[in-house]
């Protein structure tokens, strides 16, 4: 009767092993094999009932050294909960793993991140090929929001007034440009927001105060559900000075 309540507990126990979306293993204090569940034989390409008493370094060789292996091994030194994030490179596998330890062993929960990261690495392509062409603009590149919270904006921006990538992004759009022009310049950024489209012609001032022409275009986009304003401008000194010898010859 012992023996059939055993059989019967264990028979529960394994089925709900087996209905969990992730992998499930549990390695004795020696970290060999007593139960792999199917998802995690799908995961390692193994066979989980030819796993049952193997070592998972001996199995898993190249792991040895790897975040994982030091987590299993802390886990099961302090006997205290722990979690770790690793790639195995033989089975181009990314791994969370939910190390769960007793005296006799640890119980560990394998899930399969894979494609997100991949999902992750593909974003940071797009991300950094966006960077590039934000970076090679001419002139200056800018985007905030309704409030003038920047969120982007390209290194040119950050040479040309002389501020740090932190100083911008906690600053309004109105601070670089000089007193005088300031209600002209919130004018058109209105514009912008209630037209869809407007530009400027002012100053661009610098932290040392040096006051650069500029030529201003912005358009009005939605991003993540909110109005934003997407500009760029073009310093204009040259065009400034030559039609300021045009319009001293014109006069002689």
């Not at 126990?13 to 569940?37: H, P, Q, S, W």
């Not at 991300?127 to 919270?149: E, H, N």
């Not at 927001?193 to 040392?208: E, R, S, Y």
Request: with cysteine; charged share 30%; net charge negative.
């Amino acid at each position: 009767e012992l023996s059939r309540k055993v059989e019967e507990k264990t028979s529960e126990l394994t089925e709900i092993f087996e209905r969990v979306t992730d992998g499930f293993i549990a390695l004795d204090k020696n970290f060999c094999y007593t139960y792999m569940n199917k998802k995690a034989g799908r995961l390692t390409h193994r066979d989980p009932a030819s796993m049952i008493g193997k070592n998972v370094w001996e199995e898993f060789p190249d792991a040895v050294g790897s975040s994982t292996y030091e987590a299993f091994n802390k886990a099961m030194k302090e006997q205290q909960y722990v979690s770790n994030t690793d790639h195995y490179a033989p089975l181009d596998l990314w791994q969370e793993n939910f190390i769960y330890p007793s005296p006799n062993g640890l119980s560990i929960f394998i899930r399969d991140i894979t494609e997100r990261k991949r999902s992750e690495k593909e974003i940071n392509k797009v991300k950094d090929l966006a960077d590039k062409l934000i970076d090679s603009l001419p002139g200056v590149f800018y985007f905030y929001d309704a409030d003038g919270k920047f969120i982007r904006w390209n290194k040119q921006f950050e040479e040309v007034t002389g501020y740090s990538t932190s100083e911008i992004a906690s600053m309004h759009p109105i601070e670089f440009f000089p007193e005088e022009e300031k209600s002209y310049i919130a004018e058109r950024i209105e514009g912008v927001f209630q037209k869809g489209v407007n530009d400027a012609d002012a100053h661009f001032l610098t932290k040392t105060g040096e006051k650069i022409p500029y030529y201003f275009k912005a358009v009005l986009i939605n991003y993540e559900g909110g109005p934003c304003l997407l500009g760029n401008g073009i310093d204009i000194t040259e065009r400034k000075k030559a039609e300021t010898e045009l319009k001293a010859s014109e006069q002689k």
